[in-house]
Every structure is written in C-alpha cells, then in structure tokens.
C-alpha cells in the first residue's frame, strides 16, 4: 500500500541548533515530494518541493530537502533553528500519475528551546 | 501569489444547524479545489476533491450529503456541513489548484459544535 511516514512525531531542538526532520514513503515509482509547514491554527505553507533532477532541493525561510531514491525518503534539514520554526511539518506526496491526490505524513511536531 | 483565502477562520454554532465555509483562489484560477478535515494532532485526511463546475468526488467514507460541495467558478468553492452534530467539529482546510502545480492552502477554518 502506498504511504508515507514521518517516524518522528515530536522533536525538540535547541535555537541555533541544525535539525533534521525525516520522510519515507512507500510507493511504486518515485512520486512528486513535498515537505508543508503548519503553525498552530493555520493553513499549510509549502516549503520546498521535488519533482525530478537535482536531489537536493532548496526551500523557503532557509530550509533544504535531500531526495535519495535508494533508501526512499525525503529528508528537510535546516542548518540553524530559530525560535518561529516551532512548528509542525507535514511530508507529503503526490502520484506522477495522478498529480491531484496529495497523501500527507502524520506530521513532526517541532519544539525550538530558546 | 497563489493566495488561497478561506472564510470564515472560527464558526460556533448549534447543533442541527448548517454552516458554509468558502475558499477563494484570489490571484489564480483553480481548476480543482480540495477539502481536508484535521483532526487535533492529527494529519489532514482528503474529504473531496473538485473541479469547476463538475460534481465533487468525495473520498471512501465521507457522506455527500452531509458535506456539500459547490464549485462554481475557478475561484470559489463552498463546503456547507448540513445538519451538524458535535462530531463535525474540526478543523476544515481548502486548498486550491491549477493544472501541474502544487495545492495552495487556505489558513483553514475551525468548526464548533455545541
């Protein structure tokens, strides 16, 4: 079955401190990839997105996502925190096939100590 | 650009009564509209998805009669919850498309029951 997973349901990191959120998914072929960001009470912000050639992809507000084909994730990193990251952050994916049907991760909860 | 405004953010209202949502496109046409349910700490779950001036395809277990879908222009999508109950409370996302382009989220909306 095709889905999508964050194993990460609740992170806490450091202002200043480097972070790295993971996704997998599972689907048959390599799908269109995207990581969103909710703050509490509001819409999705998307982030960054991949749809094919380079791997490593570069978003807003200083994020980066780094798609490996062999081990079927899509990983963000931001390289120092700040205290507004806090947050929560959904990966999602998107069928080639079928670009309409979004399927969202369960989320990652971010937690930034000042 | 690719604003997607959705009215009202907060509703409270009886049990019994329905409520319509709007979601506007503001500064691009969407084709197809989306709408997500979120559960506290929880994903977004796809409620239905539609496309202008056609009948909405709703997603396995989401009652069509309950939530009505209007997608009557390539700006303007309603989801009105008929007859609602306690259980409907949550919080209510659209997201708005255009072909080969990723969803732009509206800031949701956040339905009480009494």
């Known amino acids: 079955a095709q889905s999508v997973t964050q194993p990460d349901i609740h992170i806490t990191v450091s202002e200043g401190a480097s972070l790295e959120l993971r996704c997998n998914y599972s689907y048959g072929a390599t799908p269109y990839l995207f990581w969103y960001v909710q703050s509490p009470g509001q819409g999705l912000q998307l982030l960054l997105k991949y749809f094919s050639g380079d791997t490593l992809v570069q978003g807003i507000k200083g994020f980066e996502a780094e798609f490996k084909r062999s081990q079927s994730s899509f990983n963000l990193r931001k390289p120092s925190v700040h205290w507004s990251d806090a947050a929560e952050y959904f990966c999602?994916?998107?069928?080639?096939?079928?670009?309409?049907?979004?399927?969202f991760g369960p989320g990652t909860s971010l937690s930034v100590i000042p | 650009g690719a604003v997607v405004s959705q009215h009202p953010s907060w509703v409270i209202c009886k049990s019994g009564t329905s409520v319509k949502i709007e979601c506007r496109s503001l500064?691009?046409?969407?084709?197809?509209m989306f709408w997500y349910r979120q559960f506290p700490k929880q994903s977004l779950m796809l409620m239905a998805t539609s496309n202008e001036g056609s009948k909405a395809t709703y997603e396995q277990g989401v009652e069509k009669d309950k939530f009505l879908i209007n997608h009557a222009s390539l700006t303007l999508s309603t989801l009105t919850v008929t007859s609602a109950h306690p259980e409907d409370s949550s919080f209510y996302i659209c997201?708005?498309?255009?072909?080969?382009?990723?969803?732009?989220f509206g800031d949701g909306t956040r339905l009480s029951i009494l």
């Open positions: 997201s708005g498309q255009t072909l080969y382009q990723p969803q732009h």
């Open positions: 999602a994916v998107a069928l080639k096939t079928s670009y309409d049907k979004v399927i």
């Open positions: 500064d691009f046409q969407a084709t197809t």
